[in-house]
């Protein structure tokens, strides 16, 4: 049974509703009986108690009874542009856009004041995969409601879309005041900022969201990724530690991961390989744990841990160039020399331009006694990369010891090999 208060209500809206309806047709009601006027307002009752109705259903997911509901609403002949966006709204949920796209166009034609029927005009043409056309309807409902979040944040998407990010962030930026309560306003600039590699600017956005919305799990985890990208391992870890106790957590692996090369970038090496070989357990096809495992596993001095990281890799993908680097370096930390290059020059037929492998190559036959092989490997490195400083390097001394940062005695970093995770 109908609460009281919900009763009320009811009786409200149809008086709302009606009174809508009223004044649409006002101006033919002057030249009508005082018979034909009373039916007519007997008309407007009732269709607004059947768009009540209607409205519930819809509420609850009952799209069938509210296509029935709204059929005898449509026999009325009434020009109430609501009933119409009704309809489209239920046909856009069965996917039907094109008659959804029908409905809309004649709520339009009824009241061209309301932003609603522009905005979901906006999203059938998303849906539709034609993003200008639906940026235009979005930013029109935008312009008749300036005050909806949603409506601005629908243009900004749309922009983001187009690749026009400049435009999205001074839209954002030009109303950060203004709706200085939204966390998704906060949430759309970080996201633009990623996606220019600015993650220092993106997670203290995301960071003020965190605040207005501290309960949010996605919107911490993308404060966690930034602050990761950004290089701030130490703030990125707490939360992610967090994260991992999750017990709704689908994708604990990646966390893991992320987590493990925060512990890296702290030098915390051992609390990474234990991430690193959660993660496995967690996830055993996960290639990037086994990878960041060999590398952990190299720092600790865990040497026969490491190598068989990246050969399980290779094991099931023959062509990992990442595991490829790694095995020998690996390799040459135990002083299988030979097996190293061997590996090495697999890893640079696969990738014969990175002027890497091919420094790498210089410095095992360096450390062989191969000079002349050495210095033909730097060679064929600068005309790989002549503006690798690296190469510039390694060619004016190439019969001293090697550089630090190809010691077979130290640990190459994170970025150089490749394992951590790509920005979104």
Known sequence: ?????????????SAVIAGTLAVTSCGLDNHKSAHEQGTTSWNMARLAIIYQLAETQYKAGDYDKCTETLKEAFETKALFAPMHVLAAKVNIEKGNLEPAANYLNAAIRINAGLPEPYYLMGVIYQ???????????YNQAWQRK???VKYMLAVVEMNITLGRLDEAQAMLESKLVYFEQSAAVRVALARIFSLKNDYVTASRYYRDATILVPEEPRVRRSYAESLFYAGKYGESAPILEDIRKQPELTDRANVLVMLGQCYLGMRRTRDARECFQEAIRDNPSMMSAYLNLSKACMETGDLSIALSAAKNVLRLEPENIQAMILAALVQEKMNKLEDAAAMLEKASQLSPGDSTILCMLGLNAQRRGNRELAAAYYVRAAAANPKDPWVAELLGKPAQEPPQKASAEEPLGIDLLGVAPKAP
């Open 1 to 13: 049974m109908m609460s009281r208060i919900s009763f009320y209500r009811s009786l409200m809206m």
């Open 127 to 137: 849906r539709w995969q034609k993003p200008e056309a639906a940026c235009d309807y």
């Open 146 to 148: 300036s005050d909806e």
